[in-house]
């Protein structure tokens, strides 16, 4: 966070560790680390040829990590001059002090929440006109300045969206159901107060982005493999065998794996591994694997500490699995993350990580880490409707096949390693079917992919060490088709498709 | 003093050493939140903590930091004007 001099504090690290080392780091980033140990003050500091104004607020000894303030154009300046340092902006976290969740402090919940003007508007299903309850509406008077209001759905399937009028046409008008229908966008849309709106069940014989190019795999498909959901935890399922799995969030019970009330990691776990028979249930991509659920939000929670995911990552370890599962990510590079992440990879533990949901952003982290493959998301057109969310998501670059396209959350760049369908999938949820859009669920399919591709080779029976997973990553890469979209958008694509 | 939560993970081979554990438990006003065989979840002086790890060879150490469930639904930034 930048104080009032617009300058904000950083931390300077050698490349590895705390302190330089001879054997990794170079000659002039080790003088630039002992020039500033005992520097007073601001002063200007020559990185690479540039005099750039610094303050070293601490040091860790002439070769340790220093904390510095830095205006945003000096620390553009270290990266640039100087990209063997890292400079990692300074975090400081309040315990027990989570940030306010925008979902639950930004919405009206039901009928008769909201005190301004506001129009009632009811969501029901196509099937048979029954309220939906929990659907979370999104009216935007205008899209672009992101202006309106937004709410969930009672149980009468009704919610009062404050927007000063009895009647508006809204640019845009979102709804996402909890579960067991398709999302619904619609656009240019007048709406007064009492209208109706309808959502569309789920057909779960339909076939979505995951089955278009994955199809409906047969029960052993995967066998042999043991995949890690580091998620939201996963629930029973009717669709879903869980071998196993623990809970690392501090404090709480740790045999606790099941879903935390987010649904996420359970709609994650479907895609890897769902067992069900459509038209009644669905499959996952990789059926036979060994499922193991690793909880790292707490209960009811929106987010996850960095301890509780690096624990998770080493139970995975311990628990011998092959694949590690993280639908998840954000904001600076963490060296505490990044050490599991290598860790598991030097323990023979590849993990796969979604590159994130930023409109193409750069990759965030920790997919950006080079020990785990990034994954990006991609569509095809015709796999929802088109009324739904998702075609929201249809945008270039398109594949060979022009019905293929980069969906436009995803965010895309050069530490891209594979691709997987993210854009109107169905999957699992506790006690139903929800259908998402995300990294999310394009990191599950090429971890289901990446099973199939190394189940019954001989690396799953090697000794677990860096060999192995670095021969993981390579069957899994030399198993990618291209789809034709651009390195940076799909890696070397999607794993196992024939 | 400024306290704040920090991870701090070991590197080593095998567990994390028992010595290094005590300083990390008896230095002052460091609250142990959380252990595991190769993490501490650690709150307390952030120089302190810095200088403790500096001197305790193949530790790694970090603010402890948050990460949100992933959420691809649009949302309104604020009211209409």
Redesign the interface.
């Known amino acids: 966070m930048a104080n009032a001099t617009g300058t904000a504090q950083y931390v300077l690290l050698p490349p590895q560790?705390?302190?330089a080392k001879a054997a990794t780091t170079s000659p002039e980033a080790v003088e630039l680390l002992r020039a500033t140990h005992d520097m007073a003050g601001t002063q200007m500091v020559s990185i690479d040829g540039r005099d750039t104004a610094m303050r070293v607020v601490?040091s860790?000894?002439p070769d340790?990590?220093k904390l510095v303030e830095l205006s945003p154009d000096a620390a553009l300046s270290v990266r640039a001059g100087r990209p063997d340092l890292r400079l990692?902006p300074?975090?400081?976290?309040?315990?027990a002090v989570?940030?306010p969740e925008?979902?639950e402090t930004?919405v009206s919940r039901g009928k008769g929440a909201a005190a301004?003007a506001a129009i009632t508007i009811q969501v029901v299903s196509k099937n048979g006109a029954k309220p939906v309850a929990d659907a979370?509406v999104?009216?935007?008077?205008?899209y672009k300045?992101?202006?309106?209001?937004?709410g969930i759905t009672g149980a009468d399937g009704k919610v009062d969206l404050?927007?000063?009028t009895a009647s508006i046409t809204l640019d845009?008008l979102?709804i996402?159901p909890l579960d067991s229908h398709w999302s619904l966008v619609k656009k240019k849309l007048a709406v007064t107060t009492g209208m109706s709106v309808t959502v569309t069940p789920l057909d779960l014989g339909f076939t979505d982005g995951l089955r278009h190019f994955y199809g409906n795999a047969a029960d052993d498909v995967g066998a042999g493999v043991t995949v890690g959901v580091v998620d939201?935890g996963v629930s029973a399922h009717p669709d879903l065998v869980i071998a196993g799995g623990a809970n690392t969030v501090?404090?709480e019970n740790r045999n606790d794996f099941g879903d935390n009330g987010?649904a996420?990691g359970t709609h994650v776990a479907g895609i890897i591994a769902a067992r069900g028979h459509p038209p009644t249930g669905l499959r996952g991509v990789a059926p036979g694997v060994s499922l193991r659920a690793y909880r790292v939000?707490a209960k009811g929670s929106?987010?996850?500490?960095?301890?509780a995911?690096?624990?998770a990552i080493?139970v995975a370890i311990a628990e011998k699995c092959d694949l590690i599962n993280m639908?998840?990510?954000?904001?600076g590079v963490?060296?505490?993350?990044k050490?599991?992440v290598d860790?598991a990879r030097a323990a023979g533990s590849v993990c796969i990580i979604?590159s994130?949901?930023n409109d193409r952003a750069p990759v965030s982290f920790p997919a950006s880490e080079g020990m785990a493959l990034a994954v990006s998301a991609v569509g095809r057109k015709g796999t929802f409707p088109t009324s739904a969310?998702a075609a929201?998501?249809v945008a270039a670059p398109y594949g060979t096949d022009k019905k293929n396209f980069v969906a436009a959350?995803s965010n895309v760049g050069p530490e891209i390693d594979l691709t997987g369908p993210g854009v109107g999938i169905m999957s699992t949820v506790p006690g139903s079917y929800a259908e998402?859009?995300?990294?999310?669920m394009a990191c599950p399919a090429a971890t289901g992919a990446a099973a199939r591709a190394i189940a019954g080779t001989a690396v799953i029976k090697a000794k677990r060490n860096a060999r192995r997973s670095e021969a993981i990553v390579k069957a899994v890469l030399a198993s990618a088709t291209l789809l034709g979209v651009g390195p940076t958008f799909e890696g070397l694509g999607l794993p196992d498709h024939k | 003093m400024?306290?704040?939560?920090f991870?701090?993970?070991y590197?080593g081979e095998g567990t994390m050493p028992a010595a290094d554990r005590s300083r990390v438990h008896e230095l002052h006003q460091t609250v142990v939140?959380?252990s595991?065989?190769?993490?501490l979840?650690v709150?307390g002086d952030?120089?302190m903590l810095?200088?403790l790890?500096?001197t305790l060879p193949g530790?790694?150490?970090?603010?402890?930091?948050?990460?949100?469930?992933?959420?691809?639904?649009?949302?309104?930034?604020?009211?209409?004007?």
């Open positions: 560790g705390l302190r601490d860790l000894g340790g990590a990692v300074v975090v400081y976290y309040t315990p989570l940030a925008q979902i930004a301004a979370f999104v009216a935007f008077v205008d300045a992101r202006t309106g209001a937004q404050a927007l000063g845009r979102y996402y939201t501090p404090g987010k996420h939000f929106g987010q996850a500490s960095s301890f995911i690096a624990k080493d639908s998840l990510g954000g904001g963490d060296p505490v993350l050490a599991a860790d979604a994130g949901n969310a929201d998501e959350f998402i859009s995300g990294t999310s | 400024t306290t704040a939560r991870v701090l993970r590197r939140v959380e595991t065989s190769r993490m979840l709150e952030p120089t810095a200088d790890v500096a530790w790694v150490m970090a603010p402890e930091q948050q990460y949100d469930v992933p959420d691809t639904r649009r949302r309104v930034d604020g009211p209409p004007e």
